[in-house]
């Protein structure tokens, strides 16, 4: 992405009147992080010169080797469209980067970058598009948040029910105001719950996209009097919240999926990255959907995948192809969440499918039926195998993978899997509701 000079950026910092910029990072989890600076820093912040303590960061540094600095990539600045308290606020996204100016090797968006120069070495851009869904609750009379909601709407429904509908339009708005390329905007199966989708776009840029549209839902649904959450599973009963991505393969301008010559119309470049989705799937599933909550979604008859298989038009696989071809010609990867760290679940996603690619894997013809009706025989014929079952069979898979050691580096496997693999051990020592409602009175 082509940005503006120092020079330039300065000069629209002042045009726009920006009183306070945000540097904004994330941390390994995928929480978006970011430091304020007032207008008398702007040179020293656009220059790359401004410091922070790494310790306080989820899986960055030791406290005894603190020092972290912000590198902004000045492609990335926006300035928000709504006033703040003591003037306007504009932002840049930027990396991580080690005192000594070089490059961070727990700084998740450059994971991602190191996996987009893979496919350009290769040839390819990835280009991605995002399905990210998510609730608007109610908050208490104290400002805490709930899961309480007078929002009985249902999928693509047209009656305004509560305020849900007014935070959503006031989102686009927002969203549009920046920059993005809004492509719809609709309610969601469940009661309270809401997508927007966004034009897709090379992959770098959609992390960054994925981490600012979460910030801007919450911040207008925050005005709104609502809480807005990407929690994948809320309410017990009720489809989850997913992220379903698009992804696609071009040469320069040029779709290397579509073959019209192909019975299904796509390539082999398509049927490998396929094969990389699904082969790998098991492994990076802990990053794609990294709570202890996101595989209460991941069960069946609930729309969300649970078993690893391709399909065109059947939305029971892992991997959906759309019926578009030509320049659309597109892979589905149906199993994300969007509570997922966008720079780590699209460096993994990309690697595994570019390793189909280059390993010349086929994804063999697809499954057409509805494989949640299937029977574990089945099933076993035509050799499906099952995503993990909860969190920690995913961290115990990802643990277990070279590759995708290789594709995140030492550091953030080693520091995403520790804090994965502590998450589900706190988890499964709690006593939970259900266990004192089930036993308590029984034995």
Known sequence: ?????????????????????????????????????????????????????????????????????????????????????????????CDIHNPDGTPFAGCPRQTLKRVCDRAQQMGF??????????????????????????????????????????ARRAVVNALEAIGFAVEAAHHEVAPAQHEIDFRYRPALETADNIATFRFVVRKVALDFGLHATFMPKPIFGENGSGMHVHQSLFKGKTNAFYDKGDEHGLSPIARGYIAGLL????EYCAVTNPLVNSYKRLVPGYEAPTHIAWSERNRSPLVRVPDTRGPATRVELRMP?????????????????????????????????????????????????????????????LSKSRFLKEILGEHIFKHFVEAKGAEWHSYIACVHQWELETYLSVY
Request: net charge negative; charged share 30%; hydrophobic share 35%.
């Open 125 to 166: 851009t990835l280009q991605a598009g995002p399905e990210p869904e998510f609730f608007l609750f109610q908050r208490s009379p104290n400002g805490e948040p709930t899961v309480a909601s007078t929002d009985r709407g249902g999928y693509f429904d047209l009656t305004p029910i509560d305020r849900g509908e007014d």
């Open 1 to 93: 992405m082509a940005g503006p000079t120092k020079a330039e950026l300065l000069k629209r910092l002042k045009a726009d009147d920006v009183r306070f910029l945000r540097l904004q990072f994330t941390d390994i989890t995928g929480r978006n992080k970011n430091v304020e600076v007032p207008r008398s820093e702007f040179a020293k912040a656009v220059g790359g010169e401004i410091m922070f303590d790494g310790s306080s960061v989820e899986g960055f540094v030791r406290i005894e080797e603190s020092d972290m600095v912000l590198k902004p990539d000045l492609s990335t600045y926006i300035c928000f469209p709504w006033d703040e308290p003591g003037g306007r606020v504009a932002r840049l996204i």
């Open 337 to 397: 969440d969007p509570s997922c760290n966008p720079y780590l679940a699209l460096a993994v996603m990309l690697a595994s499918g570019l390793d189909g690619v280059e390993q010349g894997w086929d994804a063999g013809p697809p499954v057409n039926k509805n494989i949640f009706k299937m029977s574990h025989r089945e099933r076993r014929h035509l050799k499906i195998d099952s995503l993990p079952q909860n969190l920690g069979e995913a961290v115990q898979s």
């Open 279 to 282: 082969r790998h799937a098991k």
